[in-house]
């Protein structure tokens, strides 16, 4: 069974840091990435950032290139997103995901955790 499970979101002044962490266990041997996605309240689930579970190779969403980076333990089997320089548009439920690409595209992404809450004031 898959599970992904994160952790790590929690109330922040703007300007803050965060660590989210993604724990993972039982994913399919062919996953190919890992991402970050967030969903604000009343919008669409966007994604936020992307990394080849392979070599590491990352992708990331325009408002957050520069200020978020996404990481892997491949012993630990977590995926990490590191965020600097919080703003109150980052305020969202956090979610990680296995995608089939690095489109940041939600509907490419197959298994989801339930999210952990980031909330920038």
């Known amino acids: 069974e898959v599970q992904l499970v994160e952790s790590g979101g929690e109330p922040v002044q703007a300007g803050g840091s965060l660590r989210l962490t993604c724990a993972t266990s039982?994913?399919?041997?062919?996953?190919?990435?890992m991402g970050w996605f967030r969903q604000a309240p009343g919008k669409e689930r966007e994604g936020v950032a992307a990394i080849y579970t392979a070599d590491g190779t990352t992708f990331y969403a325009d408002s957050v290139q520069g200020r978020f980076t996404i990481s892997r333990d491949t012993v630990k089997y977590m995926v990490y997103l590191n965020m600097t320089n919080l703003k109150s548009e980052d305020t969202a439920l956090y979610y990680c995901?296995?995608?089939?690409?690095?489109?940041?595209?939600?509907?490419?992404?197959?298994?989801w955790g339930q999210g952990t809450q980031v909330t920038v004031s």
């Open positions: 995901a296995t995608c089939r690409s690095w489109s940041l595209l939600p509907l490419e992404c197959n298994y």
């Open positions: 039982g994913l399919p041997s062919h996953t190919l990435w």
